[in-house]
T-cell receptor, first 116, second 119 residues
């Protein structure tokens, strides 16, 4: 069965420090994509970063990087130099394409609070 | 680029009324759009996949007659909550996929969501 697991319901980090949000996944497919989204309290879903199963390098987008460990089936999000505006809910999602749809499987999310 | 507009952002209405929510892709064409429901402090729950020109594909447990989806053009999908009741109160959010692009690394682009409150 395909599944995304986020084991940290809540995290705190001090402003300007780095934080890692965990995400593990389960799929028997060889081809898949992993996505991270940020959801502030206002509700919109903001796309942060993508990692493909065949990508050899870890994805990076500004202060966001993805620690992709394929053998462990983990795709942890690292936020460097945390800012107060990073306080939000963070969702990890997986897309497995073979069925011809583009559906996501979402994790339960991690609520991050950045402390001043 | 890849902007998705969702309207209205908030709706408060009486029990028994029907509510229509629009999801528009503003700067791209979307063959596929998705409708999600989110309860407070929970993850997004996929309700249905909306395909332009064909019937929507509903997830198990989602009432087709309660949640009517129409995807009449490549830029517009609508979700109508029929005869809404207080238990239908929730946050509804749509997303869209750009047409004719390799799916592999294309993210879903989300609207800002609609907070529906049924009194």
């Amino acid at each position: 069965a395909q599944k995304i697991t986020q084991t940290q319901p809540g995290m705190f980090v001090q402003e300007k420090e780095a934080v890692t949000l965990d995400c593990t996944y389960d799929t028997s497919d060889q081809s898949y994509g992993l996505f991270w989204y940020k959801q502030p309290s206002s509700g919109e879903m903001i796309f942060l970063i993508y990692q493909g199963s065949y990508d050899e390098q870890n994805a990076t987008e500004g202060r966001y990087s993805l620690n992709f460990q394929k053998a462990r089936k983990s795709a942890n999000l690292v936020i460097s130099a945390s800012q107060l505006g990073d306080s939000a809910m963070y969702f990890c999602a997986m897309r497995v394409p073979p069925s011809g749809t583009y559906k996501y499987i979402f994790g339960t999310g991690t609520r991050l609070k950045v402390l001043a | 680029g890849a902007v998705v507009s969702q309207h209205p952002s908030r709706v408060i209405c009486k029990s028994g009324t029907s509510v229509k929510i629009e999801c528009r892709s503003l700067d791209f064409q979307a063959t596929t759009m998705f409708w999600y429901r989110q309860f407070p402090k929970q993850s997004l729950m996929l309700m249905a996949t909306s395909n332009e020109g064909s019937k929507a594909t509903y997830e198990q447990g989602v009432e087709k007659d309660k949640f009517l989806i129409n995807h009449a053009s490549l830029t517009l999908s609508t979700l109508t909550v029929t005869s809404a009741h207080p238990e239908d109160s929730s946050f509804y959010i749509c997303s869209a996929m750009p047409q004719n692009r390799g799916y592999s690394n294309q993210p879903q682009h989300f609207g800002d969501g609609t907070r529906l409150s049924i009194l």
